[in-house]
């Protein structure tokens, strides 16, 4: 997997309370995070790259604002 992906994704698990044990008493990956990380990074590229209708119209399209 691609670096860049690999650490947006590491930003889109949540955990549970700490149980007796230590430990979380879950994780879970946050899928609908994971996408609106996706489309603001894509967005930011755009805007860098001074594309800034494409970055609006993608924004726009996923409802993603910044």
């Known amino acids: ?3 860049q992906i690999e650490k947006l994704a590491e930003q889109c698990y949540e955990t549970g309370p700490i149980g007796k044990d230590g430990w ?4 879970k990956f946050n ?3 994971f996408a609106e990380l ?3 990074e894509c967005t930011k590229i755009l805007a ?3 594309e800034f209708r494409g970055c609006v119209i993608i924004g726009k399209h ?3 604002e910044e």
């Open 31 to 33: 899928y609908k995070k």
């Open 38 to 40: 996706i489309v603001e």
């Open 1 to 3: 997997m691609n670096e």
């Open 48 to 50: 860098d790259n001074s």
């Open 62 to 64: 996923f409802g993603v």
């Open 24 to 27: 979380p008493e879950y994780s």
